[in-house]
């Protein structure tokens, strides 16, 4: 199985930064693609950025220039950084990860158990 653990929500005035971190481990053979997602109180989840293996990454247009996702394919993480953040990014944030372990034979999605970001003065 794979696990994803999450840190680095918390409270943030607007215009502050947080930076989240996810970890994958268990029976990993390869991950594909990375990312991270975001639900608020009454909304569907959303996507916030993805990045492939090679690097590649994609945003919603409401983060764009404020937010940057990396990863760590040593390490078997994924980051977001978060700047100038206003109440509207408030949400839990979901790490997502593409996964292909050892006992399947095709890539499976994996979800973290999410994070709190509230931003409030």
């Known amino acids: 199985q794979v696990q994803l653990v999450e840190s680095g929500g918390g409270l943030v005035q607007p215009g502050g930064s947080l930076r989240l971190s996810c970890a994958a481990s268990?029976?990993?053979?390869?991950?594909?693609?990375m990312g991270w997602y975001r639900q608020a109180p009454g909304l569907q989840r959303e996507l916030v950025a993805t990045?492939?293996?090679?690097?590649?990454?994609n945003y919603a247009d409401s983060v764009k220039g404020r937010f940057t996702i990396s990863r760590d394919n040593a390490k078997k993480a994924v980051y977001l950084q978060m700047n100038s953040l206003t109440r509207e990014d408030t949400a839990v944030y979901y790490c997502?990860?593409?996964?292909?372990?050892?006992?399947?034979?095709?890539?499976?999605?994996?979800w973290g158990q999410g994070t709190q970001v509230t931003v409030s003065s």
């Open positions: 997502n990860v593409v996964v292909l372990t050892w006992r399947a034979t095709t890539w499976d999605d994996y």
């Open positions: 268990g029976s990993i053979r390869s991950i594909n693609d």
């Open positions: 990045i492939t293996r090679g690097g590649s990454t």
